[in-house]
C-alpha cells in the first residue's frame, strides 16, 4: 500500500493514509488473525470491503510495529486493545486513513466528494449553515461538513445526537487544506478545530 498522507498534529497525535493496491488475500499475507477477524473477514461478500478492513490493520501494524487486535463498542467504536493509543479508521473507494492519539479525543473521516452527499444535505446541514455555503460549491462543503461531522460523531460516540442539530460548524472558507472550528452541543457544549485536507479523490477530516 502507498502512503498518501501523514500528518502529525499539534496535539500530538498522527493520522495516516493509505491507498490501498493489494487484493485480500495479498493484505492478508501480512497479518495473523485472530479467529473472531478471520471469520469477520470470510463473512464480507464484497473484495472492497475485505480489502478495507485488512488495509486498516496493516496500516495499524506499520505504524505501532505490533499485531493489532482491535474490538468494537456496540456503536461500532473501535478499541484498540493492549495499547495506550485511541483510535479512528475511515475509508473510501480504495483509501484508509487511521487516526492515532494517547491523549485526546480521536475522530477521522474520509469521503469521494460526490453528489450524493446533496441529496441528503437537510440530514447533516443546518439552516444556519447552509447561509455560508457559496452556491457554486455545494458539494465541496458538503462532504466536508459530513467528514467533519462523522469525526465528531466518532469521538463523542453519542448514539442519539442528531448531526444537523447537536453538530455544529462554524463559517469557513474551504481551501485545499485548513481548519474548522465545530461545537458539539449535546448534554455539554465543547467547540474544538478540526483539520482538513481536499483532494481530487477524497476529502478527508480529522481530530486528534
Not at 488473525?33 to 486498516?56: G, H, T
Not at 462532504?143 to 460516540?157: F, R
Request: hydrophobic share 35%; with cysteine.
Amino acid at each position: 500500500m502507498a502512503q498518501i498522507f501523514k500528518r502529525n498534529t499539534e496535539k500530538k497525535g498522527l493520522v495516516v493514509v493509505w491507498k490501498i493496491e493489494e487484493s485480500a488475500d495479498e493484505l492478508l499475507q501480512y497479518l495473523k488473525l485472530r479467529r473472531q477477524d478471520l471469520e469477520r473477514v470470510k463473512s464480507f461478500k464484497l473484495e472492497a470491503r475485505k480489502q478495507e478492513f485488512l488495509a486498516a490493520r496493516c496500516l495499524i501494524k506499520q505504524v505501532l510495529g505490533a499485531e493489532p487486535e482491535i474490538d468494537y463498542l456496540d456503536s461500532g467504536k473501535p478499541i484498540l486493545k493492549n495499547s495506550p493509543y485511541k483510535i479512528s479508521i475511515s475509508h473510501t473507494k480504495g483509501y484508509v486513513v487511521v487516526a492515532f492519539s494517547e491523549n485526546n479525543l480521536t475522530g477521522v473521516d474520509i469521503e469521494h466528494p460526490s453528489d450524493r452527499v446533496a441529496r441528503v444535505s437537510k440530514r447533516f446541514v443546518s439552516s444556519q449553515e447552509e447561509r455560508f455555503i457559496p452556491d457554486n460549491k455545494k458539494v465541496e462543503y458538503y462532504t466536508i461538513m459530513w467528514c467533519l461531522k462523522e469525526s465528531m460523531y466518532k469521538m463523542y460516540d453519542r448514539q442519539n445526537s442528531i448531526f444537523n442539530i447537536n453538530f455544529i460548524c462554524h463559517p469557513f472558507k474551504l481551501q485545499r487544506e485548513g481548519k474548522i472550528s465545530a461545537t458539539f452541543d449535546f448534554e455539554e457544549r465543547r467547540t474544538m478545530d478540526f483539520e482538513y485536507l481536499t483532494t481530487e479523490d477524497f476529502y478527508l477530516v480529522y481530530h486528534c
